[in-house]
């Protein structure tokens, strides 16, 4: 399988669940990101991981945990969530980190997105 | 600091009607730009992007240029299919010293036959 694949598309927690969201890529990228998109609201970058190592923390409450275990995947940790935290969550990955590396390679490739909705 | 402003929607067309999505941006130096869609029930994917001023994007019939002296990429299509019904993303990256790539809020397009 090619692509950005994201597991679970749909999922449905209660406040005091734990549970996790999985990306995995198979393009050999060595970015992951995690991005939320909320309705009207421009897309808002969570995390950055390049080469396994995380690099940017956009102060994202502590409720969402991240983890990057290889390069090739890429997991939401997510634990005592509100309700406002329903959203869909994109995973994407880039060939190169964004920072340090020339622009014109490094586009985004998205998951289709694990749609939230906290209870 | 980088900001990428779109016009709000939704906009709605008939089948062959002519597109166009207004995106401005703010910036300092170079950036590069790009437009995303994303399809009902799907991820955004890169629709066409344009590195330095002047130059045109194009891809699937829709067409972008560069305008630095307008700080403007707008989105535009000729005779636009149902298919075409999506949210469309415009985006700026800065440059490599800072890493961002800064979305737009993005627009809406439904098309009817």
């Known amino acids: 399988e090619t692509g950005v694949t994201q597991t679970p598309r749909h999922l449905v927690m209660g406040m005091t669940n734990k549970k996790s969201l999985k990306c995995e890529q198979h393009l050999g990228h060595n970015a992951m990101y995690w991005y939320k998109q909320s309705a009207k609201k421009p897309l808002e970058l969570m995390f950055v991981?390049?080469?396994?190592?995380?690099?940017e923390n956009n102060s994202v409450p502590s409720r969402f945990s991240p983890e990057c275990p290889n390069s090739s995947h890429l997991f939401l940790h997510l634990h005592t969530l509100q309700p406002e935290d329903s959203a869909l969550y994109l995973c994407a990955s880039s060939r190169q980190p964004l920072q340090g590396y020339p622009s014109g390679a490094n586009v985004l490739t998205f998951g289709a997105g694990s749609r939230l909705t906290v209870l | 600091g980088n900001s990428v402003t779109q016009m709000e929607g939704p906009v709605t067309l008939s089948e062959e009607a002519f597109l166009t999505i207004n995106c401005t941006y703010t910036a300092t130096g170079y950036p590069s730009l790009f437009w995303y869609v994303q399809y009902p029930g799907e991820g955004l994917q890169l629709l066409l992007k344009?590195?330095?001023?002047?130059d045109k994007g194009s891809n699937k019939g829709f067409e972008a240029t560069y305008r630095k002296e307008t700080t403007s990429f707008h989105l535009e299509k000729g005779s636009v299919q149902v298919s075409d019904s999506a949210v469309y993303f415009c985006?700026?990256?800065?440059?490599?010293?800072?890493?961002?790539?800064?979305f737009g809020q993005g627009t809406t397009l439904q098309v009817k036959p």
């Open positions: 985006a700026l990256y800065g440059s490599s010293n800072t890493g961002k790539l800064i």
């Open positions: 991981y390049n080469f396994k190592e995380q690099t």
């Open positions: 344009a590195t330095k001023a002047d």
